[in-house]
């Protein structure tokens, strides 16, 4: 990469000479012919030079170069063949193009001896001016591909040098680093290294000689490296004798053991390993020495186990024909074993095809139903292979409460739910399921107890019970509706009667009484049928904030404050206009139990996964004789109230699943509403 980067370089520069001017020498000794010649070669990319004799030719040889040379034949002292010849005997400049130009010497001979003293061309005056124009032009550049040619070849050279200089610095590098790093895995390692020549003189030797071997290194240096081995030790004396050093060259590079001799004239095992190199033409050996004391006591410790191993082995084998006979003993009690879970699988059979309910297990790792009971089948209508081939979620477990598919991975117990047959009823049950492993497979055993005939009783007498409390409720309104009733009809016996007309004041309360009954018989509709609310998944927060203006205005016409606390719920299913009513009725309440100067708080919060709103005035309180009535048609504490607020309130909640609790003391009362997750 850096050679062609240097190469691109020169090409730069080889670029920046072809737009230098080109130097022409032109040599004629009369100046009207040199004017001739330079308003025909006349050019801004040509520097004419002009010489009216070869010796001041020769001159402007000497400090300049030219591409070309244009020499006249005929002139005094020095000819132009003299000028030539003496052109091409210089070095520096016998390659430069000569073109002469003649109009006396036109023979034969002389143009033969214009081209034996270097010319490449002979031109007789009067000449072409066009034609010699375009001589020159290929001529100069001849000349700037030759001075191209030379910078891109002096480029290269100074390429390839400075390449083959990376290398050997590089090298060097290289050199330098291997011989730290051999100096350094030589004074850390362990190993004891020695180097030695052919007549087993000790050359050199690392740092670890001293701990293993006593001696300092001017100490080993020229020492014999058999002196430092023995050829065996009897009852742990060593012997005189030591290793040959024929035995140590023969050895190759093959590692054996040996017995080194200390200083000390103590002894150790050794390993030692040799290799052999050639250095300037001298054989050098380089002897690895590994103290092998730990490796041979490891290897005694390894016999004594074995024969601890052998004694324990023969121990083991005793108990293990102890162990033999527990395990048939053992293989007895698991044929029992098996052949009682063999009966047990049997009464689950019977169980699971007999059972009232309709059971299923189905693997959640393949989504397909694995077994089903004949009650299942006869519900459904669909058989198992039918079920494998539907999407359990579209016919199966869709729970009541918030319309979503039951989730077979987490266990329920009674959970109420609806399923669609295979003629396209769709039937009410209750749902348990339980986790359970199949031959290794995560399965679910679903477990469904039909109900849709009780649902169907416990409308019936939800519907009976409603026209029951209807009726009573027809006596309170009755009550309720005669007395503006009485009002009005008095007032009227007294207008047929008078003629004069009533006064407004008259009129006035007879309309007041009109409209009470007619609030009242308004509310008790809202309470009496059977509303479908219209949810939808919003967030109860933005209700209460749409809403709270209202309330704010409420409380601060009577001298009262209300304040928000809402913190972040997610949302749930709700009808706007009931959730709006819920919470105008009970926030008025409070603002009414409140004197002036008291403050309602409205707060929301997550807990348990339910979202619970709650709407706290600084009241006096409920008497725990009036919390039992709360919610009671008709029942009110109020002298303008109708007693149908709070029961519209727990009509709602009840369709929206949610439970309404009422803390109260003297400093206050809270109604809670928890909407059920």
């Given at each position: 990469?850096?050679?062609?980067?240097?190469?691109?370089?020169?090409?730069?520069?080889?670029?920046?000479?072809?737009?230098?001017?080109?130097?022409?020498?032109?040599?004629?000794?009369?100046?009207?012919?040199?004017?001739?010649?330079?308003?025909?070669?006349?050019?801004?990319?040509?520097?004419?030079?002009?010489?009216?004799?070869?010796?001041?030719?020769?001159?402007?040889?000497?400090?300049?170069?030219?591409?070309?040379?244009?020499?006249d034949?005929?002139?005094?002292?020095?000819?132009?063949?003299?000028?030539?010849?003496?052109?091409?005997?210089?070095?520096?400049?016998?390659?430069?193009?000569?073109?002469?130009?003649?109009?006396?010497?036109?023979d034969?001979?002389?143009?033969?001896?214009?081209?034996?003293?270097?010319?490449?061309?002979?031109?007789?005056?009067?000449?072409?001016?066009?034609?010699l124009?375009?001589?020159?032009?290929?001529?100069?550049?001849?000349?700037?591909?030759?001075?191209?040619?030379?910078?891109?070849?002096e480029?290269?050279?100074?390429?390839?040098?400075?390449?083959?200089?990376?290398?050997?610095?590089?090298?060097?590098?290289?050199?330098?680093?291997s011989?730290?790093?051999?100096k350094?895995?030589?004074?850390?390692?362990?190993?004891?290294?020695?180097?030695?020549?052919?007549?087993?003189?000790?050359?050199?030797?690392?740092?670890?000689?001293?701990?293993?071997?006593?001696?300092?290194?001017?100490?080993?240096?020229?020492?014999?490296?058999?002196?430092?081995?023995?050829?065996?030790?009897?009852?742990?004396?060593?012997?005189?004798?030591?290793?040959?050093?024929?035995?140590?060259?023969?050895?190759?590079?093959?590692?054996?053991?040996?017995?080194?001799?200390?200083?000390?004239?103590?002894?150790?095992?050794?390993?030692?390993?040799?290799?052999?190199?050639?250095?300037?033409?001298?054989?050098?050996?380089?002897?690895?020495?590994?103290?092998i004391?730990?490796?041979?006591?490891?290897?005694?410790?390894?016999?004594?186990?074995?024969?601890?191993?052998?004694?324990?082995?023969?121990?083991?084998?005793?108990?293990?024909?102890?162990?033999?006979?527990?395990?048939?003993?053992?293989?007895?009690?698991?044929?029992?074993?098996?052949?009682?879970?063999?009966?047990?699988?049997?009464?689950?059979?019977?169980?699971?095809?007999?059972?009232?309910?309709?059971?299923?297990?189905?693997?959640?790792?393949?989504?397909?139903?694995?077994?089903?009971?004949?009650?299942?089948?006869?519900?459904?209508?669909?058989?198992?292979?039918?079920?494998?081939?539907?999407?359990?979620?579209?016919?199966?477990?869709?729970?009541?409460?918030?319309?979503?598919?039951?989730?077979?991975?987490?266990?329920?117990?009674?959970?109420?739910?609806t399923?669609?047959?295979?003629?396209?009823?769709?039937?009410?049950?209750?749902?348990?399921?339980?986790?359970?492993?199949?031959?290794?497979?995560?399965?679910a055993?679903?477990?469904?107890?039909?109900?849709?005939?009780?649902?169907?009783?416990?409308?019936?007498?939800?519907?009976?019970?409603?026209?029951?409390?209807?009726?009573e409720?027809?006596?309170?309104?009755?009550?309720?509706?005669?007395?503006?009733?009485?009002?009005?009809?008095?007032?009227?016996?007294?207008?047929?009667?008078?003629?004069?007309?009533?006064?407004?004041?008259?009129?006035?309360?007879?309309?007041?009484?009109?409209?009470?009954?007619?609030?009242i018989?308004?509310?008790?509709?809202?309470?009496?049928?059977?509303?479908?609310?219209?949810?939808?998944?919003?967030?109860?927060?933005?209700?209460?904030?749409?809403?709270?203006?209202?309330?704010?205005?409420?409380?601060?016409?009577?001298?009262?404050?209300?304040?928000?606390?809402?913190?972040?719920?997610?949302?749930?299913?709700?009808?706007?206009?009931?959730?709006?009513?819920?919470?105008?009725?009970?926030?008025?309440?409070?603002?009414?139990?409140?004197?002036?100067?008291?403050?309602?708080?409205?707060?929301?919060?997550?807990?348990?996964?339910?979202?619970?709103?709650?709407?706290?005035?600084?009241?006096?309180g409920?008497?725990?004789?009036?919390?039992?009535?709360?919610?009671?048609?008709?029942?009110?504490?109020?002298?303008?109230?109708?007693?149908?607020?709070?029961?519209?309130?727990?009509?709602v909640?009840?369709?929206?699943?949610?439970?309404?609790?009422?803390?109260?003391?003297?400093?206050?009362?809270?109604f809670?509403?928890?909407?059920?997750?």
């Open positions: 990469m850096k050679k062609s980067m240097q190469q691109k370089n020169c090409t730069v520069k080889i670029d920046s000479t072809s737009t230098k001017k080109v130097n022409i020498l032109m040599v004629d000794d009369h100046p009207e012919n040199l004017l001739a010649l330079e308003a025909v070669l006349t050019s801004p990319n040509y520097n004419l030079v002009s010489a009216t004799s070869g010796k001041q030719a020769l001159k402007y040889m000497l400090k300049q170069d030219f591409a070309v040379i244009l020499l034949v005929q002139m005094p002292g020095l000819n132009g063949f003299e000028t030539a010849k003496l052109i091409k005997m210089r070095e520096k400049t016998k390659n430069i193009p000569i073109i002469f130009i003649t109009a006396i010497s036109q034969v001979e002389h143009v033969h001896q214009g081209y034996s003293v270097g010319a490449i061309d002979y031109i007789f005056k009067p000449y072409e001016p066009e034609l124009k375009q001589k020159i032009k290929q001529f100069v550049k001849i000349h700037q591909n030759h001075e191209e040619q030379l910078i891109q070849n480029a290269e050279k100074t390429a390839e040098i400075q390449e083959i200089n990376e290398k050997l610095d590089l090298t060097t590098l290289d050199l330098r680093r011989e730290a790093l051999a350094v895995i030589g004074d850390t390692i362990l190993d004891t290294i020695v180097t030695f020549d052919t007549y087993g003189k000790i050359l050199s030797v690392n740092k670890a000689i001293k701990s293993m071997f006593g001696y300092s290194y001017e100490e080993v240096v020229d020492y014999q490296i058999g002196s430092l081995f023995l050829i065996d030790t009897v009852e742990k004396e060593a012997k005189s004798k030591q290793i040959d050093m024929s035995f140590i060259k023969q050895a190759g590079e093959r590692v054996f053991e040996v017995i080194a001799l200390r200083k000390d004239k103590s002894w150790f095992h050794a390993d030692i390993q040799v290799g052999k190199t050639t250095v300037e033409g001298h054989e050098i050996f380089v002897c690895t020495i590994r103290d004391t730990e490796r041979k006591q490891m290897e005694e410790d390894k016999k004594q186990k074995y024969i601890d191993m052998e004694t324990i082995v023969q121990e083991r084998t005793m108990e293990l024909l102890i162990a033999n006979e527990k395990l048939k003993t053992e293989i007895v009690e698991r044929k029992k074993i098996a052949e009682h879970l063999l009966a047990s699988q049997e009464r689950f059979k019977k169980m699971f095809e007999s059972s009232p309910n309709l059971l299923a297990i189905f693997s959640l790792d393949d989504k397909s139903f694995i077994d089903v009971n004949e009650r299942w089948i006869e519900y459904t209508g669909y058989s198992n292979e039918e079920l494998n081939s539907l999407n359990l979620g579209l016919l199966y477990c869709i729970e009541e409460s918030n319309c979503h598919y039951q989730d077979l991975q987490t266990p329920s117990r009674n959970q109420k739910i399923y669609k047959t295979k003629s396209g009823q769709i039937r009410s049950g209750l749902l348990s399921t339980e986790l359970i492993t199949l031959h290794s497979k995560q399965c055993l679903i477990v469904v107890t039909d109900i849709t005939d009780r649902v169907l009783l416990e409308n019936e007498m939800a519907r009976l019970d409603r026209l029951n409390l209807i009726g409720m027809a006596a309170g309104i009755a009550h309720e509706i005669r007395n503006p009733m009485t009002t009005v009809h008095g007032f009227l016996q007294v207008a047929k009667s008078s003629r004069d007309p009533l006064k407004l004041e008259i009129v006035d309360l007879m309309l007041d009484e009109l409209n009470r009954a007619n609030s018989i308004t509310e008790f509709l809202n309470l009496a049928k059977n509303k479908v609310s219209d949810k939808k998944s919003q967030s109860i927060n933005n209700i209460i904030e749409s809403l709270f203006p209202l309330i704010q205005a409420e409380a601060l016409r009577s001298s009262k404050e209300a304040i928000l606390d809402l913190h972040e719920c997610p949302d749930i299913y709700l009808d706007e206009k009931e959730i709006r009513q819920i919470i105008l009725n009970i926030a008025l309440n409070g603002l009414d139990a409140m004197t002036p100067g008291g403050e309602l708080a409205i707060r929301t919060y997550t807990e348990n996964k339910d979202v619970v709103l709650e709407i706290q005035d600084q009241g006096e409920i008497s725990p004789d009036i919390i039992e009535k709360i919610g009671t048609p008709f029942f009110t504490t109020k002298e303008e109230g109708t007693g149908l607020g709070l029961a519209i309130c727990y009509s909640a009840e369709r929206h699943q949610a439970d309404i609790y009422i803390t109260t003391g003297d400093t206050g009362t809270i809670s509403i928890r909407f059920n997750s």
